[in-house]
């Protein structure tokens, strides 16, 4: 269920996610502001099957709403439009974003009571590990 992901969560680490934000075309500075930021992420349930995630950091604040299997149109963090579909499969929220013919794919689940969230653009995946606020 969805609803295991929903909380607040903080970011304890992050492998790899340079190499991944070079996949996705970010450029030199966009990316050294997203390695030095630790976002927090706000995931919450809303009326109608609408589904809340937020992150935050000192860089930059970013919110989605979206149901399950709707395709939804998305500005990222790094600016890119992008075609957005989200689904739980497996028990995790597999997010898909598609722009100027590229996919990537996010896939956020819970492993030992942590928020794992795996980034992958073609061969490039960076792992980032969120941990629960009380």
Same mark, same amino acid.
């Given at each position: 269920m969805v609803e295991k992901l929903a909380g607040t969560w903080k970011m304890t680490s992050s492998?790899?996610?340079?190499?991944?934000?070079?996949?996705? $075309?970010v450029g030199l500075a966009t990316r050294k502001m997203g390695n030095m930021a630790k976002p927090n992420l706000l995931i919450s349930m809303e009326d109608a099957g609408v589904i809340s995630m937020k992150s935050q950091s000192t860089f930059k604040t970013t919110e989605i709403k979206f149901k399950l299997g709707e395709e939804f149109d998305e500005t990222t963090a790094d600016?890119?439009?992008?075609?957005?579909?989200?689904?739980?499969?497996? $028990?995790?929220?597999?997010?898909?974003?598609?722009w100027d013919g590229k996919t990537t794919t996010l896939e956020r689940d819970i492993q030992d009571g942590k928020l794992i969230a795996k980034c992958t653009m073609d061969d490039v995946v960076a792992v980032r590990t969120y941990e629960r606020e009380a």
């Open positions: 492998e790899n996610f340079d190499e991944y934000m070079k996949a996705i $075309g600016d890119r439009q992008t075609k957005t579909i989200i689904t739980f499969d497996n $028990g995790k929220l597999v997010q898909k974003q598609m």
